[in-house]
């Protein structure tokens, strides 16, 4: 087997800035002949004629990007011409690819950011961090809210049942936040906790949509609260 990389974005999952880093983690391992970004082409435009990268229009279907992007991961493996597999996003789902890839003798790459979860990287051979890119100007930045009463019981809450950073899923926040503080998200301006983590940047951190969703609070929001 030759030592070209065959190299699959989650588009949907992990941000065109790390375009670059993913690029150059991809060469360290020998020739990408196979660069591709996965996503729906209206809602990931900075992926879409990323250079380096062939972007693949997954449509708009239920998982059709990881669906579409496993198939075609798949396929490079078994046709045992790579050497390499990069797999570049933070979602678990993936954890079975790199697992199965890995048994037909393929090397897999995983890159991801911080809040990927320990499933996938221990799944990777090797698994690369990429870290979000500060904003470049203090005035493209949304207002810094700040910790309310509400968000100190959010952050122990996340606190006393996030393991190894990974956080805590946002559809058990409503219910445990209801049982133990009465509260109803449906009674604020957000009406549900996705939104109301995602309103608050300089707090929290969050998954994309979806059931599987987390969330993590950011020390630096609340360190002038502790």
Known sequence: MSGRVAVFVDGENISAEHAPAILRIAAGSGAADIVRAYGNATAQ???DGQPGFRFI??????NATDILLTVQAMEAALSRSFATVVIASSDRDFTHLATRIRELGVTVIGIGEAKAPG????ACTRFELVAAKPVASATLAPPRPEASALDLKLRDFIKANSKNGEGVAI???GPQMHTKHGVRISS?????WW???????ALYDLDPRG????????PSGFAAKT
Do not use: D, I, L, N
Request: a positive charge; glycine letters at 6%.
């Open 195 to 201: 939104a109301y983590f995602h309103r608050r940047p």
């Open 211 to 218: 059931p599987e969703a987390k969330v993590r609070f950011k």
């Open 171 to 173: 559809q058990v926040v």
């Open 119 to 122: 499933q996938f990287r221990a």
């Open 57 to 62: 229009h997954s449509g708009t279907g239920k």
């Open 188 to 192: 604020y301006p957000e009406k549900t």
């Open 45 to 47: 435009p900075k992926w």
